[in-house]
């Protein structure tokens, strides 16, 4: 099961992984927002091997992306880079084992 857009609680999130154990727990843009720190929180409590990465595009625009005019008010999938540099921040990680670890839970969720 693929927790879409996940926005509660790091307890409710951990409910969920041990209530079902194939699940993932899916994070937006979100996360790149300083006030979101429930969202923080849940990325640090949640292990990087049950997470995988979102954009909910077209919503959810990364913080680190200027919005300028029509072009830059919509997210697109290649901005889940920006979701990927803040959960490496906050979970204290090399970017590249986040890229490696969500690509393969996505591999494990989808077959992709």
Request: net charge positive; proline share 5%; glycine share 4%.
């Amino acid at each position: 099961m693929h927790r879409h857009c996940f926005t509660g609680t790091s307890e409710q999130a951990l409910d969920i992984l041990t209530e079902f154990p194939n699940s993932f727990i899916g994070l937006t843009a979100l996360v790149t927002y300083a006030s979101a720190r429930q969202v923080h929180q849940t990325v640090i409590d949640v292990p990087l091997e049950r997470m995988l990465l979102e954009t909910d595009a077209p919503f959810f625009l990364p913080q680190q992306v200027k919005r300028i005019g029509h072009t830059s008010k919509w997210s697109n999938p290649g901005m889940a880079i920006c979701v990927a540099q803040r959960i490496a921040e906050l979970k204290r990680v090399p970017l590249y084992d986040v890229l490696k670890i969500t690509r393969r839970n996505a591999k494990a969720m989808y077959g992709v």
